[in-house]
């Protein structure tokens, strides 16, 4: 349990590392907390810089989580613009970039994940949206592109959905690049992907699937975007948003156990006085199919690792609730919803709605036990199931019980 002679310092000022150091002093803590953060800003949200944002309903500034007063408030020394460049476990010391070094009696880990970078001719002329300065370098470009202006955008995941979906509203036309037979088939299956497909149609979105780019170049004003087949692509910008890759290569001489992320135990600790949490954390995860070392770049998974462990490090009591992954994505004018941890192999069912009606939920299971449920459109028959992935139980079962009849 943390005393008041101790010291906290968390790498990392974005979601994760914020809700922690807020979590600390809710459950009481009063000594010392350092929050370092590569970035120059303040910590703030990223769910919002694609939607909100992008469309131009907020000004950036409002997806600032950390205000001045905050900062105050929770009694933190922040450092801002210093990078970690490494971690003596044995000793609980933080090297930045600087040459500083932070000694605290206890580390958290929390420097999450960036978008992964394509190697393209156009080079710094791409677009990448994970961080508010990415945000601000996309909605200058778009804002000097006339009305219907085409911008190409690489990848039709979560996020390159909801880009298209923004930039469709600011009165562009974006065109999704997926390599992929259908959007999102990795990672949600050949059923619901199919059920998907329509969704960009269905808002007059263009997207095609199965495309390879092979590269992007500056053409005059705007750029050209190369298919592997010898195609071609004008556009007047383009975003590249195919997936984020966790931000670990300052813990390369740590000795911490680094495998697509920081791997930790079901407490989120990676060593003695050493915890990781958020996107950059792979976790021992107990769910309904039993434990499984996973690591999800979930904002409410972010929030429950920092809630769970100041709560165990204030009170010395491990939270008890079972962890069920939650993650949504705002795309295509419609609200996609995902409980538990799935694979593209496990077994769906479409429990309610219909695909032409556009609203749905499906099960998935795995050698019969229900451990995920996807929802589009249908919040609250979603939420209605969420106590399958908290208790095993049957598919068989859970078609019986039907919660979202009700
Ligand atoms: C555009 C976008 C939209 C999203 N929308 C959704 C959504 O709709 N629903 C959902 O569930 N999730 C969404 N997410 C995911 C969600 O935002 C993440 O799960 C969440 O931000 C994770 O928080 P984190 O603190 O672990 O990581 P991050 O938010 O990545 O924060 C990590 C911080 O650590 C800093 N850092 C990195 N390396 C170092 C270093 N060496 N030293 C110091 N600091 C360092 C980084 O600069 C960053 O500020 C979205 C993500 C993005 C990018």
């Known amino acids: 349990m943390l005393q008041t002679s101790d010291h906290v310092v968390v790498v990392g000022a974005g979601f994760a590392g914020w809700r922690f150091v807020e979590a600390l002093r809710r459950e009481g803590y009063d000594g010392a907390v350092t929050l370092v953060g590569e970035e120059a800003h303040l910590p703030y949200d990223r769910p919002p810089l694609s939607k909100q944002v992008l469309v131009g309903k907020w000004d950036v500034a409002k997806a600032t989580l950390a205000t001045p007063e905050l900062i105050a408030k929770n ?15 044995a000793t609980t010391t933080v090297h930045l970039v600087d040459g500083r070094e932070i000694t605290g009696s206890h580390v958290v880990i ?19 949206l994970r961080s508010r300065d990415d945000v601000v370098s996309l909605l200058d470009d778009v804002a000097a592109l006339s009305p219907g202006s085409v911008v190409a955008v690489v990848g039709g995941g979560f996020v390159g959905a909801e880009v298209a979906t923004q930039l469709d509203a600011r009165g562009l036309r974006p065109i999704v690049l997926e390599a992929a037979s259908r959007p999102l088939v990795g990672a949600l299956g050949e059923d619901v992907s199919t059920w998907l497909e329509g969704l960009a149609a269905g808002v007059g979105i263009e997207l095609r699937s199965g495309v390879q780019v092979g590269d992007v170049t500056r053409d005059g004003d705007g750029f050209s ?56 954390a792979r976790f021992m995860w107990r769910g309904v199919l039993g434990e499984e070392l996973i690591r999800v770049e979930h904002w409410q998974v972010a929030n429950d690792h920092a809630m769970m462990l100041a709560h165990e490090w204030v009170t010395g009591v491990v939270a008890s609730a079972p962890l069920v992954p939650y993650f949504w994505s705002d795309q295509y004018a419609k609200k996609l919803q995902m409980l538990g941890h799935v694979r593209a192999s496990d077994d769906v069912v479409q429990v309610i709605g219909g695909t032409e009606e556009g609203k749905w939920l499906a099960l998935y299971s795995r050698d019969g036990i229900v451990n995920g449920i996807v929802a589009l459109g249908q919040p ?25 009849a009700g």
Request: no cysteine.
């Open 75 to 89: 009694d933190v020394t922040l450092h801002l613009g210093a990078a970690a460049a490494g971690l003596d476990v």
């Open 110 to 128: 929390a420097t999450g994940a960036r978008a992964r970078r394509l190697d393209f001719t156009a080079g710094a002329d791409l677009h990448y």
């Open 225 to 280: 975007v190369r298919f592997a087949d010898g195609d071609q692509l004008a556009s007047g910008a383009v975003v590249i948003s195919v997936g984020a890759v966790v931000n670990v290569e300052w813990l390369a001489t740590s000795g911490l156990t680094i495998d697509n992320g920081v791997v930790v135990d079901e407490r989120l600790m990676a060593a003695p006085r050493v915890a990781a949490i958020g996107d950059v």
């Open 380 to 404: 609250r028959a979603l939420m209605l199931t969420r106590h399958f992935l908290e208790v095993p139980t049957s598919l068989e079962q859970a078609l019986e019980l039907a919660p979202w």
